[in-house]
């Protein structure tokens, strides 16, 4: 399998952008990785990158040999994991991409249950931008995508779909906080700490003000739930949560969280699935089987 050595090479180049910082992930000198690049492109009769000051990346040709790698790892992978099922040894690696609701409470726990019952997979799970999930599974990176308000639907096929209910967070000693549910125009009159923009929450509360005619003016905006919902500790400040990242006990914050009314606007969705086109690895299937399975016990 000596193209797959080859295929770690020019992927770990590709993702460094170094060939010094591949050389080092890789274990081997700089000169024999680069020997092993030049032996490549000798074969072909091209260059397979382009070569700058500040480092390499991938040409045209770099980038059809990439995808013709990844496409077979990833069918070696599902190779492997069907021998070792085949085996009653659940093996495999899993690669999947998600966005920031996701990753805090719901994945983490998911993944430690699977790998209780199943120690020999392994994992990667990689924190992508709202939309970036979904074309990350395009040339095999990931295998499966959680992800919010996905925008690209048409290579995904979905295992599971499925409306998240927004809550506010907030002070549990905060003027609104015996309210039972709230409206955007309850929420305007209090500092806003917002997700930055494309951030699937965001999204749906500008389009909740943008409908009943309010300024949205967040007195800060980050990327980090963690840091926005802590901000909200002690103060008049407001903070949003979907119900997959709402921490289980809030009130170890002394905050409390009030369900967000956004009448007259679908709710946000939630989405699991792989890419259209491809049959997963065992493992990865059977997790997504178990994804689809929690979330729909949880939120459906």
């Known amino acids: 399998m000596r193209h797959l050595l080859i295929a770690k090479y020019i992927e770990k180049i590709s993702r460094t952008g170094s060939l010094r910082s591949a050389a080092e992930e890789l274990g081997i000198t700089p000169s024999a990785l680069n020997r092993r ?19 390499l990346r991938p040409n045209i040709a770099g980038e059809i040999l990439l995808k ?3 496409d077979q790892i990833a069918d070696m992978d599902r190779v ?70 996905p925008l690209r639907l048409k290579e995904l096929h979905t295992v599971y779909t499925g409306d998240q209910q927004m809550y506010c967070v907030m002070s549990s000693q905060h003027p609104l906080a015996t309210k039972k549910r709230l409206k955007i125009y309850d929420c305007v ?9 494309p951030e699937g929450i965001r ?32 103060s008049q400040a407001l903070s949003f949560s979907l119900a997959i990242n709402l921490r289980p006990n809030l009130k170890n914050d002394r905050l409390i969280s009030v369900p ?33 399975k929690e979330l729909t016990e949880k939120f459906s």
């Open 189 to 197: 009159e209090y500092p806003l700490l917002l997700p930055k923009r």
């Open 203 to 234: 999204r749906m509360l500008d389009i909740a003000a943008e409908k009943i005619g309010v300024p949205l003016a967040p007195s800060l905006e980050s990327n980090s739930l963690d840091l926005l919902r802590l901000m909200s500790q002690d």
């Open 260 to 292: 967000l009314d956004t009448p007259g606007i679908p709710a946000g969705v939630l989405v699991a699935g792989h890419l259209r086109t491809r049959v997963l690895p065992v493992a990865a299937a059977r997790f997504l089987e178990t994804t689809n």
């Open 68 to 70: 013709h790698f990844r």
């Open 37 to 55: 690049i030049l032996g490549v492109e000798e074969e072909l009769g091209v260059e397979i990158f382009e070569r700058h000051p500040s480092g």
């Open 80 to 149: 492997k994991s069907s021998i070792a099922d085949l085996s009653g040894r659940r093996a495999g690696h899993i690669n999947i991409a998600t966005t920031r609701e996701v990753v805090q409470y719901f994945l983490p726990a998911l993944i430690k249950q699977h790998l209780l019952e199943f120690p020999a997979v392994t994992f990667g799970v990689n924190l992508l931008e709202r939309g970036e999930a979904e074309v990350s599974l395009l040339d095999n990176t990931n295998d499966i995508a959680i992800v919010f308000e």
